[in-house]
């Protein structure tokens, strides 16, 4: 029951914050200046031919008319279709989505599974030689730009070594990609034993889920360490160890104290992993959604825009719903 009225309340919450936000993106992609009926008429096109494209994309309108129509669109399920390659934007969204999806979530994992655990052997063994190693890495993952990144893991481990295949998409050239499943190329290759495109998915998967982990992990390791040493310096802790308790409870009642604040902050960085990967994406070649809501941004293609904000607002809704989810699993006292 705590579960569903957490999800009823998020619902309802979430009606005027989705609202609120395609007015914000309505409004900022009609005052970036950009002119997607003179991108549509392109070069040589005449006075007249960008007055009827701007009739046809009902740019001459007033803007609350527009924005009024857009709404009742979206009321019937239609996002509308991209100006530029005239296809509805939902499947263009939904077709990109499971390559950011495997990018984004496979490095997550991986940034966590290296994080968390380091995080806390940190902050157990301060100013060991673990801890002043985790906190080097921390900062540089943390300062580092993510495009640096990525053109340095492209440039070492494909241009130096040659270990990595080429960043020129999700499968070889010469590989046939598996039916269309889930659309992961990696998941649908192994649902239909097509091994070759297995391990051509998974070795193009390498580096960018190492970038994505490198971005994730750096920040996260630097939480876990400050929330655990807190929690170690908790009276309850001090007195669990003067009351002789094992190295292996006391670990368990850190972890236990330290793993809600730490997958709250988690999720909030996961969060804002899909913006970062849309430079990976196009570092990569992926051809990811995250990539393909940063050309539409580049190039004025506003329905697209649209689309893409609101189905990030989605994923991020649904991210902080799953990790309160976990957090009432874990804490007792959140059920309330």
């Known amino acids: 029951m705590a579960v569903l009225r957490l999800l009823i309340r998020r619902l309802f919450f979430a009606l005027p914050i989705l609202f609120g936000i ?33 009739k046809q994309l009902q740019l001459d309108k007033p803007v609350w008319q527009q924005f009024i129509a857009y709404v009742n669109t979206l009321a019937h399920g239609d996002l509308g279709r991209s100006w530029l390659s005239d296809k509805p934007v939902v499947r263009e969204l939904l077709i990109r989505l499971p390559a950011t999806l495997e990018m984004v979530i496979g490095g997550g994992i991986l940034g966590a599974l290296i994080a968390i655990p380091l995080g806390l052997r940190a902050a157990l063994r301060v100013n060991g030689i673990l801890d002043h190693s985790s906190r080097i890495l921390s900062l540089i993952g943390f300062g580092a730009p993510t495009i640096f990144l990525g053109l340095l893991l492209i440039y070492v481990f494909f241009y ?5 295949p080429p960043p020129m998409g999700r499968l070889d050239l010469l590989t046939t990609a598996p039916p269309t499943i889930t659309g992961s190329y ?32 750096a920040p996260l390791i630097a939480q876990t360490r400050a929330v655990a040493m807190d929690v170690l310096a908790s009276d309850y802790a001090r007195y669990a160890r003067a009351c002789g308790l094992p190295p292996r409870d006391i670990r368990r009642m850190v972890w236990r104290n330290t793993a809600v604040p730490v997958i709250t902050y988690g999720a909030t960085e996961l969060v804002a992993l899909f913006g970062a990967a849309a430079v990976l994406e196009l570092i990569f070649s992926w051809g990811g959604v995250s990539q393909f809501g940063l050309m539409a941004i580049l190039k004025g293609d506003f329905a697209v825009v649209q689309g893409f904000t609101l189905l990030m607002s989605l994923i991020a809704m649904a991210i902080f719903a799953v990790a309160d989810i976990v957090v009432m699993s874990l804490d007792p006292r959140a059920r309330k």
Request: proline share 4%; net charge negative; hydrophobic share 55%.
């Open 22 to 54: 395609l007015l914000l993106t309505f409004l900022l992609v009609r005052l970036s200046g950009n002119d997607p009926a003179g991108v549509l008429a392109g070069p040589t096109a005449t006075g007249e031919d960008v007055i009827r494209i701007t």
């Open 160 to 164: 130096l070594f040659g270990w990595a």
């Open 186 to 217: 990696l998941i649908d290759a192994l649902l239909t034993g097509n091994w070759e495109a297995a391990r051509s998915a998974a070795a193009r998967l390498v580096l960018p889920c190492v970038c994505v982990a490198t971005v994730y992990a």
